[in-house]
């Protein structure tokens, strides 16, 4: 069955930057694209990004432009997420989330089937 | 950006009522529009997708309908598991994007 486990709660002095890993299991880990979303306390969700494993190809929301980069080690089947420069602002909870393809069979369609645990990422001078 | 408002922020209902919540988008998405449930403490689930299709394991009791900029989400008889916050969510266009939630408590 799908899996996707994230790393430990972490917490951090502002300025400082944090990576989150999402280690995927029970599929073929190239074969889907994986996203990044997060949740303030209290708060909606707020998508950050995604990756294409097979080519390592990853697209940002414009928000987090220059400060998010989402990479992936194909050998361990895993996501990452790297957030620099936080702030109080950032504190949230980290999800990672595996889309499934669209009708077709050929393209991602975006949405989150799969959804890892959550890492909490507190930041806090 | 597309914007996606949902309405209401909160339904007080009782354990067998039908729910019927609401999300529109700034502009059309098409019928490219997902709808979540999260429990406290919990990951979201994806409930329905491209507007109608209901995601692998969720209940008859879910469905969603519409097109464009004018989405449901119907619940037909809320179970006590039922009571949670729903988030709607658009692929239309970049960024993805999501609703503000409708929290769905019990009266």
Known sequence: ?????????????????????????GYTFTGYVMHWVRQAPGQGLEWMGWINPENGNAKYSQKFQGRVTITRDTSATTAYME?????????????????????????????????GQGTLVTVSS | EILLTQSPATLSLSPGDRATLSCRASQSVSTYLAWYQQIPGQAPRLLIYDASNRATGIPARFSGSGSGTDFTLTISSLEPEDFAVYYCQQRGNWPLTFGGGTKVEIK
């Open chain 1, 1 to 25: 069955q799908v899996q996707l486990v994230q790393s430990g709660a972490e917490g951090k002095k502002p300025g400082a930057s944090v990576k989150v890993s999402c280690k995927a299991s």
């Open chain 1, 83 to 115: 957030l620099s420069s936080l702030r109080s602002e950032d504190t949230a909870v980290y999800y990672c989330a595996r889309s499934d393809y669209d009708w077709s069979g050929h393209f991602p369609n975006h949405y989150f089937q799969y959804w």
